[in-house]
């Protein structure tokens, strides 16, 4: 099953990622963005491939 990775040593907090997300995984919390949902993630990597810092990686 799929699931998001953020590096918050890389993450900027841009929120590309909360915006491209067909299946909402991600959410702001506490002025970090969160992976929120999971098991909602259906592996597209659009987060992964729009992050502007690189900041995540979405593993099998």
Excluded: S
């Excluded at 953020?6 to 990622?17: F, L, M, P, Q, S």
């Excluded at 915006?19 to 659009?46: H, N, R, S, T, Y």
């Amino acid at each position: 099953m799929p699931h998001p990775i953020i590096d918050y040593n890389k993450c900027k907090t841009a929120k590309v990622c909360i915006d491209v997300c067909p299946m909402a995984v991600f959410e702001e919390e506490d002025g970090k963005v969160v992976v929120a949902k999971p098991d909602e993630c259906i592996g597209c990597k659009a987060c992964e491939v729009q992050c502007p810092e690189g900041a995540i990686v979405v593993e099998d």
